[in-house]
C-alpha cells in the first residue's frame, strides 16, 4: 500500500523559505503515469493546488505561486520537496503531499498533512 | 481560469436521509476531469469519485457522482454517520482548482 509522510520545518520566520520533503513508501515514485504534488489548505479554509513533478522532473506549477515555488525530486531516496520562499502570514496552512493520476488528474493517495506557522 | 462553485455551504440532515451536493462550473468542463473528496476534520482529503462518476477503490456505493457541462453532483443516498464530514470537487483545467466546499452536518 503507498504510503505519504510529510516532514519539514513547522515554524519558519515571514520572508525565509519554507522547506517540506514527502517520502514515498516502496518504488512507487518511479510509477509511469504519475506525478507527486503539494496542496495546501489554511486554517478553517479550502484546499489550494501548489504543483506537482514528474519522476522525469518536469514541474508544473499554480501561477499564483510560481515566482516562489520549487518542487524537486530525488529518487534514490523515494522523496520529493517543496520549497517556497518569501513566505507571509498567509502562507501559514496544512501541507499535504499526494501523488496525481495523470490520466484524470485526481489525488489518489495523501499524506497525513503537516502544519506550518508563519510568524516572527 | 475555471471557478468551481459548491452548493450549499452547509448541509444539514439526519442519519439515513439522502445527501446532493453540488458544483457548479464557471465553464463547461470536461467530465473525465471531476473528482469529489471527503475530508474529515484533522485528516487528509480521501478521494471518492474520479471522472464525475467512477468511484476510488473501497468507497461504499452509497457514494455517486453525476452530472456533465457545467453541473456535477455527488450523492449520499443513505447517510451514515461516519459520513458527516466536508465535501470538496475538483478540476483540471488547465491545472488543479478545488471549490469551496460543503460541509454535511448532523441537523
Known amino acids: 500500500q503507498l504510503q505519504l509522510q510529510e516532514s519539514g520545518s513547522r515554524l519558519v520566520k515571514p520572508s525565509q523559505t519554507l522547506s517540506l520533503t514527502c517520502v514515498v513508501s516502496g518504488n512507487f515514485i518511479n510509477s509511469v503515469g504519475y506525478s507527486w504534488s503539494w496542496i495546501r489548505q489554511p486554517p478553517g479554509k479550502g484546499l489550494e493546488w501548489i504543483g506537482y513533478?514528474?519522476?522525469?522532473?518536469?514541474?508544473y506549477y499554480n501561477p499564483s505561486l510560481k515566482s516562489r515555488v520549487n518542487i524537486a525530486v530525488d529518487k534514490s531516496k523515494n522523496q520529493f520537496s517543496l520549497r517556497l520562499n518569501s513566505v507571509t502570514a498567509a502562507d501559514t496552512a496544512v501541507y499535504y503531499c499526494?501523488?496525481?493520476?495523470?490520466?484524470?488528474?485526481?489525488?489518489?493517495?495523501w499524506g497525513q498533512g503537516i502544519l506550518v506557522t508563519v510568524s516572527s | 481560469e475555471i471557478v468551481l462553485t459548491q452548493s450549499p455551504g452547509t448541509l444539514s440532515l439526519s442519519p439515513g436521509e439522502r445527501a446532493t451536493l453540488s458544483c457548479r462550473a464557471s465553464q463547461t468542463v470536461s467530465d473525465t476531469f471531476l473528482a469529489w473528496y471527503q475530508q474529515k476534520p484533522g485528516q487528509a482529503p480521501r478521494l471518492l469519485v474520479y471522472?464525475?462518476?467512477n468511484r476510488a477503490t473501497a468507497i461504499p456505493d452509497r457514494f455517486s457522482g453525476s452530472g456533465s457541462g457545467t453541473d456535477f453532483t455527488l450523492t449520499i443516498s443513505r447517510l451514515e454517520p461516519e459520513d458527516f464530514a466536508v465535501y470538496y470537487c475538483?478540476?483540471?483545467?488547465?491545472?488543479?482548482?478545488f471549490g469551496g466546499g460543503t460541509q454535511v452536518e448532523i441537523k
Open positions: 471522472g464525475a462518476s
Open positions: 513533478i514528474y519522476h522525469t522532473g518536469s514541474t
Open positions: 499526494a501523488r496525481v493520476e495523470m490520466v484524470q488528474v485526481y489525488f489518489d493517495f
Open positions: 475538483q478540476q483540471y483545467d488547465p491545472f488543479p482548482i
